[in-house]
């Protein structure tokens, strides 16, 4: 069995194919989103703001400031994609500057506890038998003076969680099934986020039933990930960053056309063809509108004049009036009652769940007892109604 991660947990669970790629035709591309980029040189100026503490030195804001500038020019290149437009680089730089000093701000002189580690390794079995191995790196461990164990992650995201979503994050559940692994004499262990760009902290405790369920849903997953044998695409607002457009059904498209200069992108076969499309569903529409306001004028004009045969220029209409039984429509508040009661009579399946077509069918035609007949007609109501058949005049037959 391979080992996983929670970041291929998470990768699976949002797009399939994207695992696929990524994970099992191990196919490398060379790019980088700016808000990973950013995060990265957070992380690794935090780690030397800790590493640094071990060893006794406690760095100045201006240290850290100069660290970060210092690994991010080192560290920049030109396939990292900015995907705001309206954002240049040093836009992402200034932030964070501004996310480090609300850190600094916040927890200077970093003496409340005790760091014992950062971007700490984890490599263990969720069972007895080595079966569901997980990986993974804990941003911090920390101790504090009551004993209480503190992992640690930092977020430089610009949202913000709900308390409900935090204590149900599986990745700061996993690494404390680690430690707890690691070091199984460690009794509390406190899971905390760092949103900086909020300067908030949010923390979360877990109970040995919530850490027993958290396992059967991983190796739960991870037993549909290996039984897997179709991984398709699932869109979301997670395509525009994913390195992999020109391999996805979704997205290739997109890609293929986003690379022309406008004069051949209009041109470009598939573009011409939605576009026709489109122009045809608009104008469908446009005329069904005007056949429904032409009909219904026929319709009352043959009521106004008492007639059902009317004359056109090269063909003529009849209008056949009469009853129709009509019964609840699926957002008409009574149709929930009209399904229970044919789900208790055992008739469910009959009307094929419910078909309203299929429904007027066994009524008119008596096909159930009178009283199961009698108690869904509470719920029809009869409608008058009118249909238009056209001909040519020199057609007999009608």
Request: charged content about 35%; aromatic content about 10%; glycine content about 4%.
């Amino acid at each position: 069995m391979p080992i996983y991660s929670h970041s291929q947990l998470s990768t699976y669970e949002e797009c399939p194919l994207r695992y696929k790629l990524r994970y099992w035709d191990r196919i490398k591309r060379d790019v980088e989103g700016v808000e990973g980029f950013l995060g990265t040189r957070v992380h690794e100026t935090l780690k030397k703001c800790y590493d640094d503490m071990r060893l006794t030195r406690v760095n100045s804001l201006s240290d850290l400031l100069a660290y970060y500038n210092k690994i991010w020019q080192e560290n920049w290149h030109d396939s990292i994609v900015i995907m705001k437009k309206d954002l240049t680089q040093e836009h992402y730089r200034t932030l964070g500057d501004r996310l480090i000093t609300t850190y600094y701000e916040r927890y200077s002189p970093f003496d409340s506890d005790i760091t014992m580690g950062t971007e700490m390794g984890l490599n263990f079995a969720l069972d007895d038998e080595n079966k569901y191995r997980m990986t993974g790196y804990i941003d911090r461990l920390s101790r504090d003076k009551s004993g209480v164990y503190g992992i640690h992650d930092y977020k430089t995201s610009a949202y913000l969680p709900s308390q409900e979503q935090v204590d149900n994050d599986r990745q700061l559940g996993l690494y404390q099934i680690g430690i707890k692994k690691k070091w199984p004499d460690i009794k509390d262990v406190r899971l905390i986020w760092h949103y900086l760009a909020f300067d908030r902290e949010l923390a979360s405790y877990r109970t040995p039933e919530t850490i027993s369920s958290l396992v059967q849903d991983i190796r739960d997953l991870i037993d549909e990930i290996e039984a897997a044998t179709d991984f398709p695409p699932r869109e979301s607002s997670l395509c525009d960053w994913c390195e992999y457009p020109d391999l996805c059904p979704l997205r290739k498209h997109f890609f293929k056309v986003e690379a022309l200069p406008v004069n051949e992108y209009l041109d470009e076969p598939g573009v011409v063809l939605v576009n026709k499309y489109v122009a045809l569903r608009n104008e469908e529409t446009r005329v069904q509108d005007e056949i429904d306001r032409v009909r219904e004028a026929i319709i009352e004009y043959a009521r106004r004049e008492e007639v059902e045969l009317i004359k056109g220029s090269d063909y003529k209409a009849r209008v056949a009036s009469g009853d129709r039984l009509k019964f609840p429509g699926k957002n008409d508040p009574e149709r929930q009652e009209l399904d229970q009661v044919i789900k208790d009579a055992g008739k469910w399946e009959e009307t094929s769940q419910l078909d309203t077509t299929v429904l007027t069918h066994v009524v008119e035609g008596c096909l159930w007892t009178k009283d199961l007949i009698d108690r869904v007609m509470k719920y029809g109501r009869v409608e008058e109604t009118a249909t238009i058949y056209i001909s040519k005049l020199k057609d007999e037959a009608e």
